[in-house]
């Protein structure tokens, strides 16, 4: 008597892989990609954090009067060059073979004062983990 699989045996097991890799594929990628906004929405909090610091030490560039047409504008280069950011902050949206795979030096961040505190908006930071 030979040992082995016959072909219907192999052919089922084949089926039943494929019927399993159909509904895993599609929930890990998803997984993976809300896990990649998630990482970089935090990199936007983490900028923001990294712009109220800089704010915190250059409190008298600060805008005095509450409104939008008075506010700061800074550079994400300007928080790394100061030591506010390590260094280039890479956007885990965006293809790692990308030219955009990282976030511009030149993506501003505006700091306006709503009465009593201080709103630290990044510009398009809709668009960015999008």
Request: glycine share 6%.
């Given at each position: 008597?030979?040992?082995?699989?016959t072909?219907?045996?192999?052919?089922?097991?084949?089926?039943?892989?494929?019927?399993?890799?159909?509904?895993?594929?599609?929930a890990?990628?998803d997984v993976?990609?809300?896990?990649?906004?998630k990482?970089?929405?935090t990199?936007?909090?983490?900028?923001?954090?990294?712009?109220?610091?800089?704010?915190?030490?250059?409190?008298?560039?600060?805008?005095?009067?509450s409104?939008?047409e008075?506010?700061?504008?800074?550079y994400?280069r300007?928080?790394?060059?100061?030591?506010?950011?390590d260094?280039?902050i890479?956007?885990?949206?965006?293809?790692?073979?990308?030219?955009?795979?990282?976030?511009?030096?030149?993506?501003?961040?505006t700091?306006?004062?709503d009465?009593?505190?201080?709103?630290?908006?990044?510009?398009?930071?809709?668009?960015?983990?999008?």
């Amino acid at each position: 008597m030979k040992k082995g699989f016959t072909l219907a045996e192999l052919l089922g097991v084949i089926v039943v892989l494929a019927l399993i890799s159909l509904v895993t594929v599609p929930a890990v990628s998803d997984v993976l990609k809300n896990n990649k906004k998630k990482l970089c929405e935090t990199q936007l909090q983490n900028i923001k954090l990294a712009a109220q610091n800089y704010g915190a030490d250059h409190f008298y560039d600060l805008p005095v009067e509450s409104g939008s047409e008075n506010g700061l504008t800074i550079y994400l280069r300007d928080l790394t060059s100061n030591g506010y950011i390590d260094k280039e902050i890479r956007n885990p949206v965006r293809k790692s073979d990308d030219i955009d795979a990282y976030f511009a030096e030149d993506e501003e961040i505006t700091i306006t004062k709503d009465g009593n505190k201080f709103i630290y908006k990044i510009q398009n930071e809709e668009d960015l983990c999008n």
